[in-house]
């Protein structure tokens, strides 16, 4: 029969319950850095492989594909192991006094989640009809601007639904950065586990400390969304 | 103001523009008619190069349009293009659509651009739907806010495609009253309709068009009351008579 009995308090309070803040604050940090970053790169490479000029579509294209196609894992493990040895000395220098396990795990999560954002974009920018460039170029508009004023705010509208999905993704996706040593969420739930044995509870935190992120993210999204863009009257 | 000559335009094989030669002084109103197909939308869609022409010249207010050099963003800045279906930017309030490009390539400050708007709105009628989302709006009162937004930019140059084709009947009137305020005021105009009853009473000049070819030009009196060409007759008397077609 069962025989556990719970323990609690261990995780609500004194130096593991530290423990876990510290890493849920670092679990905020990297997920924010890598939601607003993956999201400006993504327009970008959705604009470029939209646009008129053929090495920037190819460009995109590849880095589509590429970044799209490799697992995070490996990605994150390139960032870490591999590009510390073809970047020059003093990016590495400054890399190692701002925290290198932090910014290569920013860096891998921003590049593959910008990938698939960047194709949620260029999907809803293809699903707006073509007469809203027509009308957007013939008042004056060059095609950027016409992108910056008219395409990609009804875009980004539409593609708010697997936009939350890429964030709540980033949000899960960076519990792998503990893999290279960032202290985060799940890490510092590991080390609860190891100083304790108190497994059910570390992970127990863990999972109720994602979910709720998660359903702030939804939520926050989904304000903006009647808030600020008017989705109710624009339709 | 706008000069054709010789002008041709293909899509493939299909010669849909062939030998336009058309000259449209300042303050004129031009109608162009024509069965659908006849290349009347494509030769207006030419004068603001959303259609690029393949062969002969065309000036558009001083602007040499087969010149690769002409800055086509400043031409379309100075002529206003009102659309069939609207096209008004859905994801803006009626305000925030008339006072977009004004602000964003004019520079005019938003203030000054909101009273200019304003002024516009209550020129069709329409100053209480300031705050108002386009698909909150009738057709007709979208296509006026349309003609607003062109009407911001100030431009030297107003093009109409088929602008109360899309509209249910009783909101043609609405739309055609203030075109035809537009013209009474001195606008370049040129408008691809079938409204014959605009033509007649506001027109200066209308142009037949089929298959490409300009048939028929002339003063609206001389092209209703006595039509050259067979195709013409044939056109209005379908036109003003749409039940006595003589389908084959």
């Known amino acids: 029969m069962l025989n556990y009995t719970f323990n609690w308090s261990i995780i609500t309070s004194g130096q593991y319950f530290d423990w876990l803040v510290t890493g849920l604050l670092t679990t905020l940090k990297l997920s924010a850095v890598s939601i607003v970053l993956a999201f400006v790169l993504g327009l970008l490479i959705a604009v470029m492989r939209m646009g008129h000029n053929r090495p920037f579509r190819w460009f995109a294209h590849v880095y589509l594909e590429f970044f799209r196609n490799t697992p995070l894992l490996v990605q994150i493990f390139f960032w870490y192991f591999g590009s510390y040895k073809i970047l020059p000395t003093f990016i590495n220098d400054w890399l190692n006094e701002t925290g290198f396990e932090f910014a290569a795990a920013a860096i891998a999560l921003t590049i593959y989640t910008s990938a698939f954002i960047a194709e949620d974009i260029r999907s809803g920018v293809l699903s707006i009809p073509k007469e809203q460039m027509e009308a957007a170029r013939s008042a004056g508009f060059s095609y950027l601007r016409s992108m910056q004023y008219i395409i990609l705010p009804q875009a980004v509208r539409i593609t708010i639904p697997p936009l939350v999905n890429q964030f709540l993704n980033v949000a899960k996706n960076s519990s792998l950065a503990m893999t290279i040593g960032v202290m985060e969420m799940t890490y510092q739930a590991r080390q609860v586990e190891s100083y304790t044995f108190r497994g059910f509870e570390a992970f127990t935190a863990a999972t109720v400390v994602y979910l709720a992120l998660s359903i702030i993210i939804t939520a926050l999204v989904n304000i903006y969304n009647e808030k600020v863009l008017n989705a109710h009257k624009a339709a | ?248």
């Open chain 2, 1 to 248: 103001m706008i000069t054709f000559k010789g002008v041709h335009k293909w899509f493939k094989k299909l010669h849909v523009l062939n030998d336009i030669n058309l000259h449209i002084t300042p303050g004129e109103v031009l109608v162009v008619c024509g069965p659908s197909g006849s290349g009347k939308s494509t030769l207006i869609r030419t004068i603001n190069q959303l259609e690029p022409i393949n062969d002969g010249s065309l000036i558009v207010d001083g602007m040499d349009l087969s010149d690769k050099k002409t800055d086509l963003n400043k031409l379309r800045a100075e002529v206003g293009f009102v659309f069939q279906q609207f096209n008004l930017y859905p994801h803006l309030s009626v305000i925030g659509n008339i006072t977009l490009a004004p602000t964003k390539i004019r520079n005019i400050p938003k203030k000054e651009a909101e009273e200019q708007a304003m002024a516009l709105l209550t020129r069709v009628g329409l100053a209480e739907k300031r705050d108002a989302y386009p698909l909150q709006l009738s057709g007709g009162q979208q296509q006026r806010v349309a003609i607003a937004r062109a009407l911001a930019m100030k431009p030297r140059i107003m093009l109409f495609d088929e602008p109360t084709s899309a509209l249910d009947p009783e909101m043609i009137g609405e739309v055609l009253a203030v075109m035809k305020d537009l013209a009474l005021s001195g606008m370049t105009m040129v408008v691809v309709t079938h409204e014959m009853g605009f033509a007649r009473e506001v027109a200066h000049r209308v142009v037949f068009m089929d298959n490409g070819v300009i048939l028929e030009e002339a003063p609206p009196e001389d092209f209703f009351m006595r039509p050259q060409h067979e195709r013409a007759k044939q056109f209005l008397r379908q036109l003003l008579t749409p039940m006595q077609c003589e389908c084959p």
